[in-house]
């Protein structure tokens, strides 16, 4: 084969390539000619030899790295991650200390959760501190944008505006200002003119993503792409970027909650599993610095079937109440309903209830409520909701005073949660006057958090423990 020249212009064209067995042809068919598997085609750009010099093909992966001669550790220049300050502590604590030179992170989530409004937030934040920041809009016109930004009252001078769907357009812009980080708002909005496809196709999505992160790597400005995300995990969502960017974010929230949770699913710079916490206000996104507290604030005194469960996220407790309610069915099978934990736990406590501890739930429907809108994924929230179902059932209040944590086992034993130091100190922060966990040596060696500790083997004795006697209306014991 000739190779072409250095110096002529890279070409471009556009294939179909077979998502299942790489096969190419010129032209999309909807079946794929060689493993005749259907709709399997994608538009894909390719670019002739000189546009891609270490020699195309795999490379082209990965931007920014210079060749593939294999050197020594100690060959490699250190690059030394100067984080990039952000004002808002909620934020920069999920990125891991501050927005690291040439990442690229993308941030989902669902429409209308805020993921514009913080990060402008954030885009103002930067400016006002770190360099002229641009703000790319595909989805809203300037003048929106602007109705926004000054609703937020936002005004940093080296804040810019740009709103483009194209690919080159959004491109040139970054290139003309020369900013330290972009915000793309969003990155399903966005298209190259090179691919047939239509924004927000599989194939767009890649290639406006593979784009702008050797943009990113070669200029090292940062940049952050929104990505909606639809209940579905629609097709063409985010999830194909994840593997192709350095940091992935979601921002969670039920629509009717003013809690925001900003969460880091993925990171190459910093911890995972970390969040942020915001309410959603009049004024935009407001960080929340006690979280536990305002998770606690509405909670009643006194009340059945309320648990409040010491619960770890990444690596910060939360305080967060368990509601549940028992109520007789009308239905022959029982219904059981959970809201901010797993569907499959909730069975599996209610069946070790039933069996375990003998209680009468054939003829209950159960009704879970994690209160917030919060969404716990930790085993640790099995015991606060054994003992707010036990509390309803039984009419009997928990101590308002004490704090859960601990997995159920099908014997109805209680296994040992991490981190509990860690726990029992928020808990103490925050008045509590006892915690009731799984016993353990680890449980054992604690002391002097100012929390009284009482160690359980199993959920009877967890029952025993945490459970106040029956209060009748009058406040008089039953
Ligand atoms: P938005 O940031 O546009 O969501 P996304 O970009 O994730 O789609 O915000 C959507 C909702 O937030 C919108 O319904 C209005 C509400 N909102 C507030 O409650 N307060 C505010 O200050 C702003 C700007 C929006
Ligand atoms: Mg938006």
Known sequence: MNRAPTHVMPKTRTQYVCRECGAKTPRWMGRCPECEGWNTLEERVERGPAASANGGGRARLVPGVGSARPVRLAEIEAISFDRLAVPIGEFSRVLGGGIVPGSLILIGGDPGVGKSTLLVQVADAVARGAGPVLYVSGEESLAQIALRARRLGLDAPDLLFASDTDLAGVMEAIESTGP???????????????????PGSVSQLRECTLRLMHLAKNSGVSIFLIGHVTKEGAIAGPKVLEHMVDT???????RYHTYRLLRSTKNRFGPTHEVGVFEMGEDGM???????????AERGDGTTGSAVLVTM???RPLLVEVQALASRTSLAIPRRAGNGIEY????LVAAVLSRRLGLPLHDQDLYVNVVGGLRIDEPAVDLAVALAIVSSVRDRPIDPRTVVAGEVGLSGELRSVGQLELRLREAAKLGFECAVVPRSPAAHALRGLGIELVQAASLREATRAALLPQ????????
């Open 180 to 198: 330290t980080v972009v915000v793309v708002d969003s990155v399903q909005s966005i298209y190259s003119s090179e691919l047939e496809a239509s």
């Open 248 to 254: 992935v974010l979601y921002l969670e929230g039920e």
């Open 286 to 296: 407001i960080e929340v610095a006690n979280p536990s507290a305002q998770f606690l």
């Open 313 to 315: 996220e990444g690596t």
């Open 344 to 347: 499959n736990r909730l069975l």
């Open 471 to 478: 209060a009748a209306p009058d406040g008089s014991e039953a």
